[in-house]
């Protein structure tokens, strides 16, 4: 984090690290934090865009030799011990640990209640004359889907809780969690909430700590992730004022401002889109946003060429290449033109 963390930044006497060297020690310490928007995911094994992004950071300041002690530090000052893959037992970690086994508590507590209330077998009305003949008793009414949710829950809930306490606490010692759990899924679980109140806990600091540019972009990616759209627009605009020439903030700011106008890049995002090439002219994002924009409006010797643009400074083999090649293709098409990709 090149300004993020520069209060941590401290000069080692020692010679530069290598590469390797470098890229092990970023590794290493990633294994010990939490991907700010996945699901029990270590930041060294998520390929989210906050992920990657915080992993480049903490390298930069690495290298300029800043220890992982003071980097975990200032990360769980900022965001919280939640941001800890392995966070400690402590009050403001008690749902992490403890949570799961609450849950069973409390429904344990609903089965015996259930359990305490249901009519005793033994409570028969009263004959109604001496002498009448017992009247049949009605069977009580049966409830399949009742019966068997009561049996699932007591089968299934003590492995269950088991099984979220280490997902929880400490899932790297006990599986490994796939990439598509991410903040996609069940909006709803404690982690994604345990998220949501990290990031509102960084709005908080950043009202105190107002020229934090790059707190201000990371909470802005933080609320895209969360599809809290408005929120991040406000976020990406004091983030933009605080470093108006970084082209790359520019454009994710135009992405944001297009999610609230329906997906339409006119307007302010074409604003900001302009400002950023400016800026910087070969911004990958950039090219591609403003070549989509000009597609939008029916100017396709536009799009050709800021696609042509884009697919110069890629890898010729990549996969954004492939993609980039196909949009050009099709803006050709529509165009009419011939000219060549290269």
């Known amino acids: 984090m090149a300004c993020l963390l520069s209060a941590l930044a401290w000069q080692a006497a020692a010679a530069p690290l290598s590469d390797a060297e470098l890229d092990a020690r970023v590794h290493a310490l990633s294994q010990q934090l939490r991907c700010l928007v996945c699901q029990n995911q270590t930041l060294a094994d998520s390929n989210a865009e906050l992920a990657v992004d915080l992993r480049r950071q903490i390298r930069a300041q690495l290298a300029q030799g800043a220890s992982d002690t003071a980097i975990k530090d200032y990360l769980v000052q900022r965001y919280g011990d939640f941001v800890l893959y392995d966070p400690p037992f402590k009050p403001s970690t008690w749902l992490l640990w403890l949570g799961p086994f609450v849950l069973l508590a409390v429904v344990a507590g609903w089965l015996w209640r259930r359990r305490k209330h249901r009519p005793s077998l033994s409570a028969r009305p009263p004959n109604a004359a001496a002498g009448r003949k017992p009247a049949v008793e009605e069977p009580a009414p049966y409830h399949p889907r009742s019966k068997w949710t009561t049996a699932t829950l007591c089968v299934m809930l003590p492995p269950a809780a088991a099984m979220l306490y280490l997902h929880l606490g400490n899932p790297a010692a006990v599986m490994q969690v796939d990439d598509a759990h991410s903040l996609s899924g069940d909006a709803h679980t404690p982690e994604i ?39 991040a627009a406000a976020a990406y605009a004091r983030a933009v004022a605080l470093a108006p020439d970084v082209a790359a903030l520019r454009a994710d700011y135009a992405d944001v401002l297009a999610s609230l106008n329906g997906g339409s890049l006119e307007g302010a995002a074409m604003e900001q889109i302009r400002t950023a090439l400016a800026a910087d002219p070969d911004d990958p994002k950039s090219l591609a946003l403003a070549a989509s924009a000009a597609a939008e409006r029916g100017d396709a010797r536009s799009a050709i060429d800021y696609w042509q643009h884009l697919y110069r400074l890629l890898p010729p083999d990549s996969q954004t290449a492939a993609r980039v090649a196909a949009n050009l293709a099709a803006a050709r098409q529509t165009s009419g033109s011939s000219t060549s990709s290269k």
């Open 193 to 231: 909430a345990q998220i949501e109140a990290m990031v509102d806990q960084l709005a908080r600091r950043l009202q105190a700590q107002p020229q934090d540019a790059d707190g201000w972009a990371m909470l802005a990616r933080s609320y895209t992730v969360l599809e809290r759209f408005d929120d």
